[in-house]
Each structure stands twice: as structure tokens, then as C-alpha cells.
């Protein structure tokens, strides 16, 4: 199947520094890709849908000036963890679209903020 | 998106046919069932999914009844390696919905 990639798969960083994480479809092009967080022992949660060429989507609770989504390629999304704190720490995935096909996830990236 | 409503856990023996059930008395005429699982600290991989006919892959079956109010996941032989949460999602197929998960099923196959 299609396959989505994460890059760091972990990161640790100190309070109050902004974290990059990509997610790159590699084999076929995304114009819509989602980003999920996950707490522990919990489901996912779906933060935003990131749309390539324009502004991204989000949930309600989620506070956009905080996790910058860029989509500035139909195989690059990048979430950016603005001025971290412990609290965002989580595990952050993930999920890009094959036109009109099925979702395929990415391998997570779990961020720790000290 | 239709509701979900899947046991909490279940254990299954290595070896043994694991039978993950899901409601979805919600789920309206175009609506597909999905399911998903993730295995500790790894994204969630796709399954199979299914509209009203039973499905088979190289993974699972899909049994879906005809009410298309239920519908049970059907793991063969179950190994150590399929311990994970399952999730059963429903959904229009290729619309730019998103998918919401619910708390899934937690599946421990012990040896």
C-alpha cells in the first residue's frame, strides 16, 4: 500500500522551543493530509486537515497560532509545535489521502517536551 | 459519520480465530465500514472495510449483517504480533470526510 512517512519519529525538546515535524507521502500525491494527537491510554484525535496550497483546517479546541500546518507540496505537510510546553507533549500522527482513496498513516512522532 | 460502539477489550489464544465485534445501528446507506489498528506506538494501518457484503483480504474477514447494523472483524489466526487496539470506523468512501476514532477494542493474543 501507499506509504506515509514521519520525520523525527521522536523528538525531545526544552519548554518554550518550536518543534517541526514533517509528513511526507512518498509514493503518491496527498492534497489533503490530517494530523491526529495522541495522548496515552487514548484515541486519536483529529487536530486539523491540512489542504496543499491553502490554509488548514482545524478542530475546534485547537488553537492554530500554536500548531502551524503547512502544506506547501502535494507530499509535505509540516506541523509546527510553536513555544512547546509539557502539556503538548503527545504523540503526534499523521494521515494523507490518495485522491479520492483510502487514508494511509504515518509512523507517529512522539514529542517530549521537558 | 454513524457511531461506533466496540468492547473496551477482549483476549484471544495464538493460534485462535479472534471475533472483534462492532455496532453501528446509525450507519446510513452510503456509509462503509472501516477498521483500523495500532499496534503500540505506531500509526494506524488499514485493515479492510466493507459496505454490505462480507469481505476477505490477506489480513481479516469482514462480516457485515444484513441489517448493516453490526458488522465483526474476523482475525483467522491470531499471533502475538496482532496484540493491538482495533478500531471500527464508518464512512462515506472517498468523500473529504475525516475519520473520528472511538476507543477501539484492545486485543491481547497470548501465547
Known amino acids: 500500500g501507499a506509504v506515509v512517512s514521519q520525520h523525527p519519529s521522536w523528538v525531545i525538546c526544552k519548554s518554550g522551543t518550536s518543534v517541526k515535524i514533517e509528513c511526507r507521502s512518498l509514493d503518491f500525491q496527498a492534497t489533503t493530509m490530517f494530523w491526529y494527537r495522541q495522548f496515552p491510554k487514548q484515541s486519536l484525535m483529529l487536530m486539523a486537515t491540512?489542504?496543499?496550497?491553502?490554509?488548514?483546517?482545524?478542530e475546534q479546541g485547537v488553537e492554530k497560532d500554536k500548531f502551524l500546518i503547512n502544506h506547501a507540496s502535494l507530499t509535505l505537510s509540516t506541523l509546527t509545535v510553536t513555544s512547546a510546553h509539557p502539556e503538548d507533549s503527545s504523540f503526534y500522527i499523521c494521515?494523507?489521502?490518495?485522491?479520492?482513496?483510502?487514508?494511509?498513516f504515518g509512523e507517529g512522532s512522539r514529542l517530549t517536551v521537558l | 459519520d454513524a457511531k461506533t460502539t466496540q468492547p473496551p477489550s477482549m483476549d484471544c489464544a495464538e493460534g485462535r480465530a479472534a471475533n472483534l465485534p462492532c455496532n453501528h445501528s446509525?450507519?446510513?446507506?452510503?456509509?462503509?465500514v472501516y477498521w483500523y489498528r495500532q499496534i503500540h506506538s505506531q500509526g494506524p494501518q488499514y485493515i479492510i472495510h466493507g459496505l454490505k457484503n462480507n469481505e476477505t483480504n490477506e489480513m481479516a474477514s469482514l462480516i457485515i449483517t444484513e441489517d448493516r447494523k453490526s458488522s465483526t472483524l474476523i482475525l483467522p489466526h491470531a499471533t502475538l504480533r496482532d496484540t493491538a487496539v482495533y478500531y471500527c470506523i464508518v464512512r462515506v468512501t472517498g468523500s473529504w470526510g475525516k475519520l473520528q476514532f472511538g476507543a477501539g477494542t484492545q486485543v491481547v493474543v497470548t501465547p
Open positions: 494521515s494523507a489521502r490518495q485522491g479520492v482513496g483510502e487514508l494511509f
Open positions: 491540512s489542504n496543499e496550497g491553502s490554509k488548514a483546517t482545524y
Open positions: 446509525t450507519i446510513s446507506g452510503n456509509e462503509y
